[in-house]
């Protein structure tokens, strides 16, 4: 059964840092690629970033480049949205998903099959 949960979310003034975290069970990091999406109240669902099983590979859309990083560390089944230069309209709920079998990853919502909880991340002005 693979699950996947959230944490790190949290209030931050504008400008600052989170780093959230994703912890992976019953999934293969080497094997599983992962994304993280966010949903802004009354907005649909977003792609943010994802990282792909085949080499680590990252893609971000562009509104978060050069602020947002995402890394993973295998050993502990863990993936992590590093996000800096925080800014009000980054408010949203986060959420990490897995799209089982696939080398590389999408930042687009609809190859991923599980999904986490989400976290609250809101960046104050």
């Known amino acids: 059964q693979v699950q996947l949960v959230e944490s790190g979310g949290g209030l931050v003034q504008s400008g600052g840092s989170l780093r959230l975290s994703c912890a992976v069970s019953?999934?293969?990091?080497?094997?599983?690629?992962i994304g993280w999406f966010r949903q802004a109240p009354g907005k649909e669902r977003e792609g943010v970033g994802c990282i792909a099983s085949s080499d680590g590979s990252t893609f971000y859309v562009d509104s978060v480049k050069a602020r947002f990083t995402i890394s993973r560390d295998i050993a502990k089944n863990m993936v992590f949205l590093q996000m800096n230069d925080l800014k009000p309209e980054d408010t949203a709920v986060y959420y990490c998903?897995?799209?089982?079998?696939?080398?590389?990853?999408?930042?687009?919502?609809?190859?991923?099959?599980?999904w986490g909880q989400g976290t609250q991340v809101t960046v104050s002005s």
């Open positions: 998903a897995l799209d089982p079998g696939k080398l590389w990853c999408a930042i687009w919502d609809t190859p991923y099959d599980y």
């Open positions: 019953g999934g293969d990091l080497n094997r599983d690629a």
